[in-house]
């Protein structure tokens, strides 16, 4: 009978023994988890406070070099390029007629500095007019803070000057980075401007008045937090994310200029890529 | 807190629930998180809707700090080619599932560990929407942030309710706990 007691009396102790080790232990854990809520609590907090802070302009830095090798892009590197997408041919304008400026035919721009499109737009735009001719007054900035795909880096056609024996440039940007009005569209520019695109939309790049582009030609997804080193050097390889998408770009617009110029400077007009380009053009 | 003796419970010396055992939960466990299940699901039915029907019907104020659509039709509102809204239906379907009563009732002790794995790696999917919406974006989805909240609310309900549990116990002594 005492032995049986013993017994009880020691499984009893063993049990409450047990009891307080799995309450310390659910006590640490709870100790645990509420500092891992504080933490996830105090990082979203702070997360919040930094993003709210107001920020200078980032600097737009590495612009100059990037534009440099933009305007000198090896004719090799554009023969390597992947074919245009259908979706990047210039489309067909209904009832267009010849846009031509001192006898050449032109090519117009109608963009804005804040807009994230436009800004992307240029890379291949500029990569494609160099090989006709040269540009100035270029100069680098960056698309808005505030809108999607935020901080872009680009250049500004605001001062630019090109030059070119077979076609003809004229940019428009409406409005600067803070979307404050900037350069005014009018006479002849606006008129086909609001003939062929009614909706407004940027960028808008007609041409010499027969196609146009509305919006972006390339894929905004690969530029996403890239930097003008990025960019550029995507740019100078076929393989990656942006050169899959601006080379071919390039060689698409090259191809519709080339259709204006009566294939000059034959250069250009009959290098691999641009042909291989050309049979996507929109007759 | 617990409605249980813990006195009753035992678990085996390696921590694997004994078959047949069960432990006992707070009474509020499954009705908070069978709620906030539901309530999510319901927020992500409606912002995969959106985004199938390219956010026509929306309800979201536009233009400002807080603005939806530019959120949900962002780059990041997709994760390796899936939309986060479908990926969003996926997790509260399932969380649904692991938190209805009678999944917060079946013995398998590894069901705890794969329920706490499955709302952390919903709640390190809602920081790092967070994160866009913040350094990417520049723009807050009320929607998308009811989401969060939801699935950050869930998180604490179930790591706090798993702590919480009794010990496993036999299945006729637990449910006479309940």
């Known amino acids: 009978m005492a032995k049986s007691n013993r017994a009880e009396t020691a499984a009893r102790a063993a049990q409450l023994r047990a009891e307080a080790a799995r309450k310390e232990r659910q006590r640490t854990q709870v100790i645990a988890a509420s500092v891992a809520v504080v933490v996830v609590v105090i990082a979203v907090i702070v997360g919040i406070a930094i993003s709210n802070r107001p920020q200078a302009t980032p600097a737009a830095t590495g612009g100059a070099a990037a534009l440099q090798k933009l305007e000198t892009l090896p004719a090799s590197l554009l023969d390597s390029a992947p074919a245009p997408s259908p979706s990047q041919a210039p489309?067909?304008?209904n009832g267009g007629t010849a846009l031509t400026q001192d006898g050449k035919p032109k090519v117009l721009y109608v963009g804005a500095e804040y807009c994230p499109f436009c800004a992307m737009e240029r890379w291949a735009l500029i990569g494609a007019l160099s090989r006709f001719g040269t540009f100035t007054g270029v100069t680098e900035t960056t698309s808005a803070s505030d809108d999607v795909h935020p901080n872009t880096p680009t250049f500004s056609f605001k001062d630019a000057k090109f030059a070119s024996d077979v076609v003809a440039f004229e940019a428009v940007e409406t409005q600067d980075r803070e979307k404050k009005p900037l350069q005014t569209l009018e006479g002849e520019n606006l008129a086909l401007f609001q003939k062929f695109n009614p909706q407004g939309g940027i960028p808008w790049i007609t041409y010499g008045g027969t196609h146009a582009t509305?919006?972006?030609?390339?894929?905004?997804?690969?530029?996403?937090g890239k930097t003008?080193?990025?960019?550029?050097?995507g740019i100078s390889d076929p393989k990656s994310d942006i050169g899959k998408?601006?080379?071919p770009?390039?060689?698409m617009i090259t191809a519709q200029i080339c259709a204006q110029t009566k294939n000059q400077p034959a250069n250009v007009c009959t290098s691999q890529g641009v042909v291989a380009a050309s049979v996507l053009l929109k007759r | 807190m617990t409605r249980?003796?813990?006195?009753r419970g035992h678990v085996d010396a390696d921590g694997v629930t004994p078959t047949g055992a069960v432990r006992v939960r707070p009474a509020w466990l499954a009705p908070v998180t069978v709620t906030l299940g539901v309530l999510g699901l319901l927020v992500s039915a409606y912002l995969t809707f959106e985004h199938f029907t390219a956010n026509a019907t929306l309800a979201c104020s536009i233009g400002g700090v807080v603005d939806c659509a530019k959120v949900t039709s962002s780059a990041w509102s997709t994760f390796m080619g899936v939309p986060v809204a479908l990926l969003g239906l996926v997790f509260f379907a399932v969380t649904l599932a692991l938190c209805l009563p009678s999944a917060w009732r079946r013995p398998e002790g590894w069901l705890d560990a794969a329920r706490l794995a499955w709302v952390t790696i919903g709640l390190g999917m809602a920081l790092y929407l967070v994160w866009a919406e913040l350094y990417r974006i520049h723009a807050i989805c009320l929607w998308c942030t009811a989401v969060h909240v939801l699935t950050f609310l869930l998180w604490i309900v179930v790591l706090f309710g798993q702590i919480l549990s009794g010990p496993a116990v036999e299945a006729t002594r637990g449910a006479e706990a309940e």
């Not at chain 1, 003008?228 to 050097?233: E, G, N, P, R, T």
């Not at chain 2, 249980?4 to 006195?7: C, D, E, G, I, R």
């Open chain 1, 91 to 93: 489309a067909k304008l």
């Open chain 2, 4 to 7: 249980v003796s813990s006195l």
């Open chain 1, 214 to 224: 509305n919006g972006a030609t390339v894929d905004a997804n690969a530029f996403e």
């Open chain 1, 245 to 247: 998408t601006v080379t």
């Open chain 1, 249 to 251: 770009a390039i060689n």
């Open chain 1, 228 to 233: 003008y080193d990025q960019i550029i050097a």
